[in-house]
């Protein structure tokens, strides 16, 4: 069984840093491609940042694009996120997902994935 817990969420200022992390057991973890995804009150579900499981091609959405960091620790089963330079509009409750790709390519959309973490809670105050 495939289990997925993320840890790191709280509350910062505007302009402070957060590290999100996800463990992730159950298989093999360097089968996996991997991703965050995100949450505000009264909005659908959002792709943030997505890890290929080959050659670690990255993606992000356009809005946190040079402020955020997505990466992997093979050896700690753990994917992170690196969140800098926080804004209030990127309150939120944060997902990791995880699946076995068919692709090399990083996976942004929700229905990609298999596998979700309950998420860790991001509040950033102005």
């Known amino acids: 069984q495939v289990q997925l817990v993320e840890s790191g969420g709280g509350l910062v200022q505007a302009g402070g840093s957060l590290r999100l992390s996800c463990v992730i057991s159950?298989?093999?973890?360097?089968?996996?491609?991997m991703g965050w995804f995100r949450q505000a009150p009264g909005k659908e579900r959002e792709f943030v940042a997505a890890?290929?499981?080959?050659?670690?091609?990255?993606r992000y959405t356009n809005s946190v694009k040079d402020r955020f960091t997505i990466s992997r620790d093979n050896a700690k089963n753990t994917l992170y996120l690196q969140m800098n330079s926080l804004k209030p509009e990127d309150t939120a409750l944060y997902y990791c997902?995880?699946?076995?790709?068919?692709?090399?390519?990083?996976?942004?959309?929700?229905?990609?994935?298999?596998?979700w973490g309950q998420g860790t809670q991001v509040t950033v105050s102005s």
């Open positions: 997902a995880a699946t076995v790709p068919r692709t090399i390519l990083p996976l942004t959309a929700a229905h990609q994935y298999d596998y």
């Open positions: 890890l290929s499981r080959i050659n670690s091609n990255t």
């Open positions: 159950g298989r093999t973890f360097s089968m996996y491609a």
